[in-house]
């Protein structure tokens, strides 16, 4: 059994070690996050396949920094009397670890000097999983929009059109902001759609066009999972926000 002494005297060596794995890791999981963003019901924080994918994210490039490294680099292994504070051995592991992304992302047959075939190296491993989760989500996420489109047909009827008119405004004003980080061109085409969800009178198919546009909305990142709660209470559609959100802050 290792000692509360042994892990302690490694310390220094494990943390050197574990710089690659952790800046890979922060921007790896950050790219990961993204790519999932457009499932409105998926929680990562209670996904086992996310946590492998963590856990990989974080352990590939330690390992290969620990064991991979030292030989190709020609530097002393690990070890209790290796300098842990020596500038080119932490200036090695930052560098590693951020450019780890691009190895990983690299085709095989460039990494192994045209040995292996053309593919990248992450479909091994990420894109399998990222594709399970996806695959997964697909069912909940349905569900959750037939849930919304139920809400929004109740509120989009003359008796509840005040509720239905807040929403509206809602999107209306925070227009500018959801818009800031993407091309005038589709900024001017969502416009029109949001033109096409006005209140007025006579109007038969305000619940089925804000569906359509919220779901355009999230699909194309617009609209991240953590705003859609505010969205949903402010069209009155309570019960899906309650439903699917019950932490989100009001």
């Known amino acids: 059994m290792i000692s509360v002494k042994t892990v302690l005297t490694w310390l ?3 943390a050197v070690n574990a710089i690659p794995g952790a800046l890979h890791q922060w921007q790896a999981a950050r790219d990961l996050e993204e790519s999932l963003e457009t499932l409105p019901v998926f929680n990562p924080y209670r996904s086992p396949r996310y946590w492998l994918l963590r856990v990989f994210f974080f352990a590939a490039p330690t390992l290969l920094f620990w064991f991979v490294i030292p030989t190709v680099f020609q530097i002393e292994s690990p070890s209790l009397s290796r300098d842990w504070q020596d500038p080119f051995l932490v200036g090695l592991a930052i560098a590693f670890g951020i450019l780890y992304t691009f190895f990983l992302n690299a085709p095989l047959s460039l990494v192994s000097l045209g040995v292996l075939d053309s593919v990248r190296i992450d479909e091994f491993v990420i894109n399998p999983v990222r594709q399970s989760i996806l695959s997964s989500q697909r069912k909940p996420t349905n569900e959750f929009w037939a849930d919304v489109g139920r809400n929004l047909r109740s509120v989009a009827i003359a008796a509840k059109r005040q509720n239905y008119q807040t929403g509206y405004l809602h999107l209306r004003d925070g227009w500018s902001r959801l818009f800031s980080q993407t091309s005038a061109e589709k900024q001017k085409t969502f416009t029109r759609k949001l033109k ?6 006579l109007r038969g198919d305000l619940d089925q066009k804000t569906l359509e546009l919220l779901q355009e909305l999230v699909r194309d990142r617009i609209i991240s999972r ?7 209470r402010a069209f009155g559609c309570e019960q899906s926000a309650q439903k699917y959100f ?4 009001r």
């Not at 096409?196 to 009178?201: E, F, R, T, V």
């Not at 953590?226 to 949903?232: A, H, Q, R, V, W």
Request: glycine share 4%; hydrophobic share 30%.
């Open 226 to 232: 953590t705003e859609l709660p505010s969205i949903l």
């Open 246 to 249: 019950p932490n989100a802050k």
């Open 196 to 201: 096409s969800i006005q209140p007025g009178p």
């Open 12 to 14: 220094p060596q494990l």
